[in-house]
C-alpha cells in the first residue's frame, strides 16, 4: 500500500509517495538522492545512517518513512549553510577524525544532536553521544577531540 508523506528535509517542504514498508533511508538516498547518509549494517548498529528527526538523532534504517509524516529531518547535506560548514565539520577536518569517512556523516548528525542539548559537552557526553556510531578507522580520539572543539563554538 502506498501513502504521500509530507516532511520537511533540511528546510526544504517534501512530499513524497511510499510504500508502507519503505525505509526513511531508502527515501532519502534514493528518492531524494541524498546518499550524503549512509547505510552500513542496515540494522540500528552501526550509525552510519543518523540523522535528525525533530532534533533527535535516529538510525534511519530502523525508521518507516510513513514514520517520518509531519517531521522536520536534518541530514548531513543540511548541515552547512549559506556555504559555510557547521562548526563541526570544520573541526573534523582540521582535527583529521575524517579516515575512510564512511562514519562521519552519522558521526556528524548524533554530534549536532548532542551539541543541540549541550553546547558545551564534557569528554564523557560526547562519547556517549557517539556510542551507537561506530568507526573502524581512527581510534574515535580525533573524533571525540573534534566535536569538544567545536562544543561552545558558533551554532550547533
Ligand atoms: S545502517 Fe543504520 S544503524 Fe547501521
Ligand atoms: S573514518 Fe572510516 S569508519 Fe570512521
Do not use: W
Request: hydrophobic share 35%; with cysteine; proline share 3%.
Amino acid at each position: 500500500m502506498e501513502h504521500v508523506i509530507h516532511l520537511t528535509v533540511n528546510g526544504t517542504p517534501i512530499s513524497g509517495r511510499v510504500r508502507s514498508d519503505r525505509r526513511l533511508v531508502d527515501f532519502l538516498r534514493e528518492d531524494l538522492e541524498l546518499t550524503g547518509t549512509k547505510e552500513g549494517c542496515g540494522e540500528g548498529e552501526c550509525g552510519a545512517c543518523t540523522i535528525l528527526m525533530n532534533g533527535v538523532a535516529v538510525n534511519s534504517c530502523l525508521v518507516l518513512a510513513v514514520e517520518a509524516d509531519g517531521s522536520e529531518i536534518l541530514t548531513v547535506e543540511g548541515l552547512a549553510r549559506g556555504g559555510e560548514l557547521d562548526p563541526l565539520q570544520k573541526e573534523f577536518a582540521e582535527k583529521g577524525a575524517v579516515q575512510c569517512g564512511y562514519c562521519t556523516p552519522g558521526m556528524l548528525m548524533s554530534a549536532k544532536a548532542l551539541l543541540s542539548r549541550h553546547p558545551s559537552p564534557t569528554e564523557e557526553q560526547v562519547r556517549e553521544a557517539i556510542a551507537g556510531n561506530l568507526c573502524r578507522c581512527t581510534g574515535y580520539k580525533k573524533i571525540v577531540e573534534a566535536i569538544l572543539a567545536a562544543g561552545g563554538r558558533g551554532r550547533a
